[in-house]
Each structure stands twice: as structure tokens, then as C-alpha cells.
């Protein structure tokens, strides 16, 4: 299906995991695919192949392009440089993001700074910039890329669940503010998915376990999961939704402590 043909999309941090998955995912559907990395060039022309392969050699602007989400300056200079090269923008992708763990009371302030300076402020520059771009070709759909911790407390990761749960009241705020002209802004909820975020438990398969154990569906996402609910999202197909995140989590957000009945005192 080419929901997505001839769309030109921006998505951060593509050099990696979910982000990756997108690029391909979208290149597949017909897009032309903008690439951000901030590190790890070499990955981002990894994907710049896979994005270009997926195309099944058809024409297509494809390019990567470097930037720290979180610099003013950075951001706008990459969606210069993205509007010199596409011409015009329909859809941003806000995935970008970091995880630092720490108790709270141990926190390195400058870490927690970090967090939210990447997971929420660049969103919200990134969309910014998009926006001012939407309002002058009369629309266009941001999709951010959330988490369950929009909603799940996580404890340790303040910085991060603080940063996931801003980014709902971004997403609905802009979603609101720009409904009325044509622009939609949406979100996605990943669970625990396999990318390098989660090297810790992936090969490891005592932790992976473990992990697993408290999925209700019983496994780990794969990030082509996630790419395919950014991809509906992003398309015309989501035309009606705005406002919205959509949790792809294998039933995380259910409660999953009440698969077994605890709480009625039989
Ligand atoms: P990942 O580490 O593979 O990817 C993160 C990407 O963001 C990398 O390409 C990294 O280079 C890039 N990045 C980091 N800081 C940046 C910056 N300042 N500017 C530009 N790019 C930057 O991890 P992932 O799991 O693919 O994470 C992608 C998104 O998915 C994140 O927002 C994360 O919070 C979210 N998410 C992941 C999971 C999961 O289980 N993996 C679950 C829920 C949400």
C-alpha cells in the first residue's frame, strides 16, 4: 500500500532503531525521506541505503541531515536545508529521544536538563519550525513519538517520564491550537521495543524474561511494529484524528496487574 507516496518527510533521529524503522518503512510506502542523526553518521547513511532500497528503485529524494534537536539553531538551519531540498514539507516525525537513569535524589541535574532538552524541547522546536512551514502551504501532520511512560510512572527515570508526560500535553495543545488550519498532531506509545535503547535486556535472556513476564502479550515490540502505527498516522487515512496518542505496547497500559483477580477479596 502507498499510503504515502510522494509525502516529504522529516524524521529525527532516524539513524537508529524506531526511527529507522520509519524511514524505511516510509520510504516503502512512497515518501521521500529526510534523515536527522546527531551522531553516528555512518548509521544514518545505513539507513539512507535501506530507505533508498525499500523505494524499489523508484525516484525519490532521500538525503540525511545532521542536527541536535535540542539547538535552536541547529533546527533551524535543518529545516532550511530540508525545505532547500524537498521544496516542501507534509509531515515531521518527533522521535528523537534519550533515556538516563538515575534515583531522583541521586540526579545529576545536568543529565535530567539533558532529557528534557532532547525528548520535549526538540519536539517542540522541531514542530515549531514545521509549523510556521504548514501555515504556508495551507497544512501538514506532525507524529511524536511518546511512550507508555506518557502515562506509566517510571521510577528512576523522572527526567524521562516527566519529558514523555509533557510530551502528551504538546501534542494536544499544538493539536488544538492548529486544528482549524489543516495541521494534525498526533502521537505514538510504544512499549518495551527492541532497539539499542534497550541493549540491556535484549540479548540477555534471564532480563529479557523478565521483561517479557510483565507484557501481557507476552513480548517485546519490534520497531517495525511501531513504524507501521506512525505510518497510518502520518497518512490521509488518519485524516479525521488529531490530539490522539495511540499506544502500541502489547496491552502495557492495561493494568496488567489485574489479569488475575486480586482486588474483589474472593
Ligand atoms: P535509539 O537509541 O535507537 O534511537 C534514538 C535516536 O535518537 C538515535 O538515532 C539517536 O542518535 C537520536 N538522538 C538522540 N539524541 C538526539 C538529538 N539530540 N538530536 C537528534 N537525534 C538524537 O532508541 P529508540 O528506542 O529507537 O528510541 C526512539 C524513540 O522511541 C525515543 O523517543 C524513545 O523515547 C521512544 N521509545 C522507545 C521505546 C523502546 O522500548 N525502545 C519505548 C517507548 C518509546
Not at 102 to 124: K, Q, W, Y
Not at 160 to 169: D, F, I, L, T
Not at 206 to 226: L, N, T
Request: proline share 3%.
Amino acid at each position: 500500500m502507498l499510503r504515502l507516496q510522494g509525502k516529504n518527510v522529516l524524521i529525527t533521529g532516524a539513524s537508529s532503531g524506531i526511527g529507522q524503522a520509519i524511514a524505511i518503512r516510509f520510504a516503502k510506502e512512497g515518501a521521500n525521506v529526510a534523515i536527522n542523526y546527531r551522531s553516528g553518521a555512518q548509521q544514518a547513511e545505513e539507513t539512507l541505503e535501506l530507505a533508498k532500497a525499500a523505494r524499489g528503485g523508484a525516484e525519490g529524494k532521500q538525503f540525511t541531515i545532521h542536527a541536535d534537536v535540542a539547538d535552536e539553531a541547529q533546527v533551524k538551519e535543518m529545516f532550511a536545508k530540508t525545505l532547500e531540498n524537498f521544496g516542501s514539507l507534509d509531515v515531521l516525525i518527533n522521535n528523537a529521544g534519550i533515556l538516563k537513569q538515575s534515583a531522583s535524589h541521586e540526579v545529576d541535574i545536568a543529565d535530567f536538563d539533558r532529557v528534557l532538552a532532547v525528548n520535549l524541547r526538540g519536539p517542540f522546536l522541531c514542530s515549531r519550525e514545521a509549523i510556521r512551514h504548514f501555515l504556508t502551504r495551507g497544512g501538514g501532520a506532525i507524529v511524536n513519538n511518546s511512550s507508555v511512560h506518557e502515562i506509566i510512572p517510571k521510577p528512576k527515570y523522572a527526567g524521562y517520564s516527566v519529558s514523555k508526560g509533557g510530551m502528551e500535553n504538546l501534542t494536544r495543545s499544538l493539536a488544538l491550537e492548529y486544528a482549524d488550519r489543516g495541521i494534525r498532531v498526533n502521537a505514538v506509545g510504544p512499549g518495551a521495543i527492541e532497539t539499542p535503547m534497550n541493549k540491556a535486556w535484549i540479548d540477555n535472556p534471564k532480563a529479557r524474561g523478565e521483561v517479557e513476564s510483565h507484557i501481557p502479550m507476552g513480548r517485546a515490540g519490534k520497531s517495525d511494529e511501531i513504524a507501521a502505527v506512525f505510518a497510518f498516522l502520518a497518512s490521509d487515512e488518519a485524516s479525521y484524528i488529531t490530539g490522539q496518542t495511540l499506544f502500541a505496547c502489547g496491552g502495557l497500559t492495561l493494568f496488567p496487574e489485574f489479569r488475575v483477580d486480586w482486588s474483589t477479596g474472593e
